[in-house]
């Protein structure tokens, strides 16, 4: 469930797209062990997670809350705290102070994101424990950082940075919110390239398996990171192609020979960033978008690929910018969507190659320097230092 902003907002894992766990291969088990002392955490998976040096930093120094801070700092978890609500539980925002951590007045200190499990659900539990052992040892700016955890009696919770601007998802499709320009949509894409790049060129590589724009949050300068890794696994290694492993994910996005065989690979990830291209392009969302034909089961890529495929790259992209947009610059962008949705996963491009091209584009190279977000609610453009 993503850390998001907003009454009442749709958070990761809440859609009714969601492939459903009915099963589950041993391939796919991970070994799990955990001390309920507050001050500890014990967290083991199969593989060590490892990433090349300089590019890493694993460390055990999440920070421990009980449940009584936590309680406190959402007000009891009152209804005027809460975020968003998911499959996994219930996201609410409080505020700590930076030195101790302790619960602080509204506004003072740090703001964070609180997420709590729903009490009773196994599912839930192997997902937050996925999470605490990734977010606990992968640290890049282009991933969420988690601060800490709770865990006492069946309570499980995890604390987040707050991001302020909420998800993707919201900005894209939520009525009444001022459109992205494009310049912003391709910083945002080069981010999220670069957070799945990196996973994917760990020691130990790790497929995200569930990128959609719900899980892409962003901060107050829209850099975006990856949040949710409930669903994240450890790749194939030596001579294996592939992982087997359940089909979870979500609907739209999910790549074909993932959902027909249960086959997972780093490409998996490739296609799901190709759909996600498609939406920041189009600003149509990836399943049943009634500006798509409005047919429930018919995905954005099923609309756009035939017009992709004969170069009518205008016919695709989201009116709401009304043109702003570099038409050539366009058209490469959609070329690279093109490729990451290419039916054969062996032809889909790397993430990092993906990164190389998106940072050829002369906007992205801007951007990365210097993001210009245009604040048009207020009349004006704010510059902001990002790198």
Known sequence: MGICMG????????SSNQFMETTSSSSDKQQESFSTNKKSVSLSFNKTVVAPEGEISVSN??????????????????????LGE?????????????????????????????????????????????????LGQLHHENLVKLIGYCVESDNRLLVYE??????????????????????????????????????????????YRD????NILLDSDFNAKLSDFGYARAGPTGDRTHVSTRVVGTKGYAAPEYVA?????????????????????????ALG??????????????????????????????????????KKEAQAVASLALQC???????????????AKLEQIPLAKNVSRTLQVKQEHSGRTRTTRTR
């Open 7 to 14: 009454k009442s907002a749709k958070c990761a894992h809440a």
């Open 61 to 82: 120094s999440l920070r421990a809350f009980s449940y009584h801070d936590l309680k406190n700092a959402t007000k009891n978890f009152r209804s005027d705290s809460l």
């Open 86 to 134: 998911g499959g996994f539980g219930w996201v609410y925002k409080a505020w700590l102070d930076e030195n101790s951590f302790a619960a602080s007045k509204s506004g003072s200190g740090i703001s964070v994101a609180i997420k709590k499990l729903k009490t009773g659900s196994c599912q839930g539990h192997r997902e937050w424990l996925t999470e605490v052992n990734y």
């Open 162 to 207: 707050f991001m302020s601007k909420g998800s993707l998802e919201n900005h894209l499709f939520r009525r009444g919110v001022q459109p992205i320009p494009w310049s912003t949509r391709i910083h945002i894409a080069t981010d999220v390239a670069r957070g799945i790049s990196f996973l994917h060129n760990l020691d130990s590589n790790v497929i």
């Open 211 to 214: 990128l959609k724009a719900s």
């Open 261 to 285: 065989t249960g086959r997972l690979t780093i490409k998996s990830d490739v296609y799901s960033f190709g759909v996600v291209l498609l939406e920041l392009l189009s600003g149509r969302r």
């Open 289 to 326: 978008d009634e500006r798509a034909g409005g047919v429930d089961e018919e995905t954005l890529v099923d609309w756009a690929k035939p017009l992709l495929a004969d170069k009518r790259v205008l016919r695709i992209m989201d009116t709401r910018m009304g043109g702003q947009y570099p």
């Open 341 to 355: 949705l290419d039916f054969d996963p062996k032809l889909r491009p790397s993430m990092l190659e993906v990164v």
